[in-house]
């Protein structure tokens, strides 16, 4: 069964430092992958997505994820964390078995100090 | 953008009565619509879809006798926790999404805190 990995489940990090989170996904075919945040009061907000085409995508609030095909990997790197950055990350993919729902990886939490 | 409404945030029932869940989108049309729930410190959890005029599906374990989900129209799709028990108790999350296919954006709702008491 398809499914994502988030081997971190807390990473901190100090304001100004890089971050990257680790999400490996298991799939015969390549799956549609998003990066979501969830801070609390907030609600769930899209990050980026990649479905095909560029493997390096962009997203919002300088965060860009790259799909490698060879490691099964889609990490999500920000050159510069911001405190406000705190949050809960999930790895997210669909795929047509599932009639294109979003499946939740486990998530990591993102703690940054000052 | 597009917009999702859920209502109530929060509600406070008792063992053994039921609470519905409401889930609109506010300036789309959503063909699809799923619903999740979420553990305190854990992840969403996939419960159901459910296509406008079509019975829900239901993943793996998630009772759909428990959890009655209607999608009659295209903006509004209710989640009814029947015979609520303490361990219902959890975060229910709706998304909204306006075709069919994975390259269509999906809307969340803002959620609803379940409490069994």
């Known amino acids: 069964a398809q499914s994502v990995t988030q081997p971190d489940i807390h990473i901190t990090v100090s304001e100004g430092a890089s971050l990257e989170l680790r999400c490996n996904y298991s799939?015969?075919?390549?799956?549609?992958l998003f990066w979501y945040v969830q801070s609390p009061g907030q609600g769930l907000q899209l990050l980026l997505k990649?479905?095909?085409?560029?493997?390096l995508v962009q997203g919002i609030k300088g965060f860009e994820a790259e799909f490698k095909r060879s490691q099964s990997s889609f990490n999500l790197r920000k050159p510069s964390v911001h405190w406000s950055d705190a949050a809960e990350y999930f790895c997210v993919y669909s795929n047509s078995n599932s009639g294109y729902a979003l499946n939740f990886g486990k998530g990591t939490s993102l703690l940054v100090t000052p | 953008g597009a917009v999702v409404s859920q209502h109530p945030s929060r509600v406070i029932c008792k063992s053994g009565t039921s609470v519905k869940i409401e889930c609109r989108s506010l300036?789309?049309?959503?063909?699809?619509m799923f619903w999740y729930r979420q553990f305190p410190k854990q992840s969403l959890m996939l419960m159901a879809t459910?296509?406008?005029?079509?019975?829900?599906?239901?993943e793996q374990g998630v009772e759909k006798d428990k959890f009655l989900i209607n999608h009659a129209s295209l903006t509004l799709s209710t989640l009814t926790v029947t015979s609520a028990h303490p361990e219902d108790s959890s975060f229910y999350i709706c998304?909204?999404?306006?075709?069919?296919?994975?390259?269509?954006?999906?809307?969340f709702g803002s959620g609803t805190r379940l409490t069994v008491v």
């Open positions: 799939y015969g075919a390549t799956p549609y």
């Open positions: 300036d789309f049309q959503a063909t699809t």
């Open positions: 459910s296509n406008e005029g079509s019975k829900a599906t239901y």
């Open positions: 990649y479905f095909s085409g560029d493997t």
């Open positions: 998304s909204a999404r306006e075709g069919t296919g994975g390259i269509y954006g999906y809307t």
